[in-house]
């Protein structure tokens, strides 16, 4: 039988990577498909309550009160702007509008998901409000825009 | 004289190679042209609501139909136009308010077998009001090796 030489053995070896090589690279791929979907939360509007009421108002003075704002979505909000208020007319009979509370624009803070924050406000009482307005209660109706900031 | 010798085997060696290597390129799969599409579905009842600004997770599930492992590399998702609750489209909101994370890393699903991966969700701070309460359908393409 003929004997391999070793220039031989070399050629063959080489040649041998080149196969293992090969074979190596030639990977096997695949792909993938499919679907799916997400959904966008809803929104929730706030509420905006009374926290104190402040020190009592005469004739013309100008005092602040607070209020909550609560934000029951899954994500934090910004207050852009709380309105202008007026009071409605009280169950004493003092006349509607005695007492107003002027715009607040960018009150600032950041209300968390869940959360609340509390806004100081100015209210006014008219210098012409009457007696039946002592030892009242006023309410002032509010609205507040609000923005998501996450 | 010898350096013929040699020479005629060593080209006869690399002939024989090229056949060899030649066809063991186009994988020997059962679709003759790789390995069998993996799936890629939901999980049920493991999505999280976008929210604008913030992220959210969107678990997919890796169906593999061979019997042997793989190793999926990419899974990436394209969104498409939103649907109210009534499957009405919804102009007003884009599909790019919403953005799906490519996977994150390989993922070895097992052979006749299933991995669940979450994919990071966003919902761009800025998407318009119309954009709330919608459905977002995903389309997604990967790609895999037989590792």
Same mark, same amino acid.
């Given at each position: 039988?003929?004997?391999?030489?070793?220039?031989?053995?070399?050629?063959?070896?080489?040649?041998?990577?080149?196969?293992? !090589?090969? @074979? !190596? *690279?030639?990977?096997?791929?695949?792909?993938?498909?499919?679907? =799916?979907?997400?959904?966008?939360?809803?929104?929730?509007?706030?509420?905006?309550?009374?926290?104190?009421? =402040?020190?009592?108002?005469?004739?013309?003075?100008?005092?602040?009160?607070?209020?909550?704002?609560?934000?029951?979505?899954? *994500?934090?909000?910004?207050?852009?702007?709380?309105?202008?208020?007026?009071?409605?007319?009280?169950?004493?009979?003092?006349?509607?509008?005695? @007492?107003?509370?002027?715009?607040?624009?960018?009150?600032?803070?950041?209300?968390?998901?869940?959360?609340?924050?509390? *806004?100081?406000?100015?209210?006014?009482?008219?210098?012409?409000?009457?007696?039946?307005?002592?030892?009242?209660?006023?309410?002032?109706?509010?609205?507040?825009?609000?923005?998501?900031?996450? | 004289? +010898?350096?013929?010798?040699?020479? $005629?085997?060593?080209?006869?060696?690399?002939?024989?190679?090229? $056949?060899?290597?030649?066809? +063991?390129?186009?994988?020997?799969?059962?679709?003759?042209?790789?390995?069998?599409?993996?799936?890629?579905?939901?999980?049920?009842?493991?999505?999280?609501?976008?929210?604008?600004?913030?992220?959210? %997770?969107?678990?997919?599930?890796?169906?593999?139909?061979?019997?042997? &492992?793989?190793?999926?590399?990419?899974?990436?998702? %394209?969104?498409?136009?939103?649907?109210?609750?009534?499957?009405?489209?919804?102009?007003?909101?884009?599909? +790019? +308010?919403?953005?799906?994370?490519? $996977?994150?890393? &390989?993922? %070895?699903?097992?052979?006749?077998?299933?991995?669940?991966?979450?994919?990071?969700?966003?919902?761009?701070?800025?998407? &318009?009001?119309?954009?709330?309460?919608?459905?977002?359908?995903?389309?997604?393409?990967?790609?895999?090796?037989?590792?």
């Amino acid at each position: 039988m003929r004997k391999i030489s070793k220039r031989s053995a070399v050629v063959l070896g080489a040649a041998g990577v080149v196969v293992v !090589a090969g @074979v !190596a *690279y030639a990977a096997w791929t695949s792909t993938g498909a499919g679907s =799916g979907s997400v959904t966008s939360t809803t929104a929730f509007n706030s509420t905006i309550g009374s926290d104190t009421t =402040g020190t009592p108002l005469y004739p013309g003075a100008v005092k602040t009160f607070t209020v909550s704002i609560d934000n029951p979505n899954d *994500y934090p909000v910004v207050v852009n702007g709380i309105s202008a208020g007026s009071s409605t007319a009280t169950s004493g009979g003092c006349a509607a509008g005695t @007492v107003t509370s002027a715009a607040v624009t960018n009150p600032g803070s950041t209300i968390a998901a869940h959360g609340s924050a509390v *806004y100081t406000l100015t209210a006014t009482m008219s210098g012409s409000a009457t007696d039946a307005c002592k030892g009242q209660t006023f309410t002032l109706p509010l609205t507040a825009t609000l923005s998501s900031n996450a | 004289m +010898s350096r013929w010798r040699f020479a $005629l085997p060593a080209g006869a060696l690399v002939v024989c190679t090229w $056949l060899v290597v030649g066809p +063991s390129a186009p994988a020997p799969a059962a679709n003759g042209n790789g390995i069998k599409q993996f799936a890629i579905t939901d999980v049920p009842g493991r999505a999280t609501a976008l929210v604008p600004g913030a992220t959210g %997770t969107r678990w997919i599930r890796l169906g593999n139909a061979e019997n042997f &492992p793989i190793l999926v590399q990419t899974v990436t998702t %394209t969104v498409g136009r939103p649907v109210d609750g009534g499957g009405r489209p919804v102009p007003a909101c884009p599909a +790019s +308010s919403v953005r799906v994370d490519a $996977l994150a890393a &390989p993922v %070895t699903v097992a052979g006749n077998g299933t991995a669940d991966v979450a994919l990071t969700t966003h919902l761009l701070a800025g998407a &318009p009001d119309a954009c709330r309460g919608l459905t977002f359908p995903l389309t997604y393409t990967g790609t895999a090796v037989k590792p």
